[in-house]
C-alpha cells in the first residue's frame, strides 16, 4: 500500500515537474516544457525590437528598412522570424537540416505560429502555407524538405491548409551560403516554376522556409507565385540572419 501511495504521488509530481524534458537548443534540462527552453536560451534567443518593416530582419539604426529592401524590389509584402540565425539557434537549425534532427520541426513551428499571431492583423486571412520548394536531386539527397515539415507543423498550430507540389525547383541551384545578393540572383533566375495557376490565383499566401539570409530565394518564389496571380505573397521563417550586411 505504501508503495502505491508513492508511487502515486510520484506521478503527481512527474506531471506537475516532467523530468527528461530538454532545452532543444542546448540539452540542458528545463522544468517549463512551453517551449522547451531553458532560462539561459530564452534570454539568448529574444527578438530585437528594432527591426526592418519589409523583411523583418534586426536593425542597429533608426532607419525602417535594411540596405537590402532600401535598394533591391521585393516581391514578397512581408516577411518574418521569430529567431535570429546565429550562436545556438544557428546550431540547431544547422542539426535540424543536415543531421536529420526532423523532431526539431515542432519546435521552431511554435514560435513560427506565435509570430504569425503577432502580425495576424497586419497579414489577414491567408489560404494557403507553401514550404519552399528544393529540387527533387536535393531533397533525395537529404530525405526530407526541411520547409516542408516546418509547414505541416506549423499548418496543425494555426489550421491554415499546406499547398505542397504546385510550386517547383526546377533548377538545382549550388547552395547559397557564400554568394552575394547580386550571386543570389543569378543562381535564382528561373529557378521556380508553378504547375497549376488556377490553385494560385486570387489567393492570399505565406511562403514557408527555414532561413531569411538575404531574402533571395523567398522573393523568386513570390514573383513568380504573383505572375500566377497570387493576390498576396507573404514570408515566414524559423530564423532570420542579421539584416547589416553591406555586401547584400
Same mark, same amino acid.
Not at 545578393?181 to 497549376?196: G, I
Not at 540572419?241 to 547584400?248: F, K, L
Given at each position: 500500500?505504501?508503495?502505491?501511495?508513492?508511487?502515486?504521488?510520484?506521478?503527481?509530481?512527474?506531471?506537475?515537474?516532467?523530468?527528461?524534458?530538454?532545452?532543444?537548443?542546448?540539452?540542458?534540462?528545463?522544468?517549463?516544457?512551453?517551449?522547451?527552453?531553458?532560462?539561459?536560451?530564452? =534570454?539568448?534567443?529574444?527578438?530585437?525590437? =528594432?527591426?526592418?518593416?519589409?523583411?523583418?530582419?534586426?536593425?542597429?539604426?533608426?532607419?525602417?528598412?535594411?540596405?537590402?529592401?532600401?535598394?533591391?524590389?521585393?516581391?514578397?509584402?512581408?516577411?518574418?522570424?521569430?529567431?535570429?540565425?546565429?550562436?545556438?539557434?544557428?546550431?540547431?537549425?544547422?542539426?535540424?537540416?543536415?543531421?536529420?534532427?526532423?523532431?526539431?520541426?515542432?519546435?521552431?513551428?511554435?514560435?513560427?505560429?506565435?509570430?504569425?499571431?503577432?502580425? =495576424?492583423?497586419?497579414?489577414?486571412?491567408?489560404?494557403?502555407?507553401?514550404?519552399?520548394?528544393?529540387?527533387?536531386?536535393?531533397?533525395?539527397?537529404?530525405?526530407?524538405?526541411?520547409?516542408?515539415?516546418?509547414?505541416?507543423?506549423l499548418s496543425k498550430m494555426i489550421g491554415i491548409p499546406?499547398?505542397?507540389?504546385?510550386?517547383?525547383?526546377?533548377?538545382?541551384?549550388?547552395?547559397?551560403?557564400?554568394?552575394?545578393?547580386?550571386?543570389?540572383?543569378?543562381?535564382?533566375?528561373?529557378?521556380?516554376?508553378?504547375?497549376?495557376?488556377?490553385?494560385?490565383?486570387? =489567393?492570399?499566401?505565406?511562403?514557408?522556409?527555414?532561413?531569411?539570409?538575404?531574402?533571395?530565394?523567398?522573393?523568386?518564389?513570390?514573383?513568380?507565385?504573383?505572375?500566377?496571380?497570387?493576390?498576396?505573397v507573404y514570408a515566414l521563417t524559423a530564423a532570420t540572419?542579421?539584416?547589416?550586411?553591406?555586401?547584400?
Open positions: 500500500m505504501e508503495e502505491e501511495i508513492k508511487d502515486f504521488f510520484n506521478r503527481i509530481v512527474e506531471t506537475l515537474f516532467p523530468s527528461g524534458v530538454t532545452c532543444f537548443l542546448c540539452g540542458e534540462e528545463v522544468w517549463d516544457d512551453k517551449h522547451v527552453l531553458c532560462n539561459m536560451c530564452e =534570454k539568448e534567443v529574444k527578438f530585437p525590437s =528594432k527591426f526592418c518593416l519589409r523583411c523583418g530582419t534586426p536593425l542597429h539604426s533608426l532607419a525602417d528598412y535594411c540596405l537590402t529592401c532600401k535598394n533591391n524590389k521585393r516581391y514578397f509584402a512581408m516577411a518574418r522570424a521569430p529567431l535570429v540565425y546565429k550562436d545556438k539557434v544557428a546550431g540547431a537549425i544547422k542539426r535540424f537540416k543536415y543531421e536529420n534532427k526532423r523532431y526539431m520541426a515542432k519546435y521552431f513551428a511554435k514560435f513560427m505560429a506565435e509570430e504569425f499571431e503577432r502580425n =495576424k492583423n497586419e497579414i489577414g486571412e491567408i489560404d494557403f502555407l507553401i514550404p519552399v520548394p528544393l529540387h527533387e536531386e536535393k531533397e533525395k539527397e537529404r530525405g526530407f524538405n526541411q520547409s516542408k515539415l516546418l509547414a505541416d507543423e499546406v499547398l505542397d507540389g504546385n510550386l517547383i525547383r526546377v533548377k538545382n541551384t549550388q547552395t547559397q551560403t557564400e554568394l552575394s545578393y547580386k550571386e543570389r540572383q543569378e543562381n535564382l533566375e528561373k529557378a521556380f516554376k508553378v504547375l497549376n495557376w488556377r490553385e494560385i490565383k486570387g =489567393k492570399r499566401i505565406v511562403l514557408i522556409d527555414d532561413v531569411l539570409t538575404t531574402g533571395s530565394t523567398l522573393s523568386h518564389c513570390a514573383h513568380v507565385l504573383s505572375n500566377s496571380g497570387a493576390a498576396a540572419t542579421d539584416s547589416e550586411r553591406e555586401d547584400d
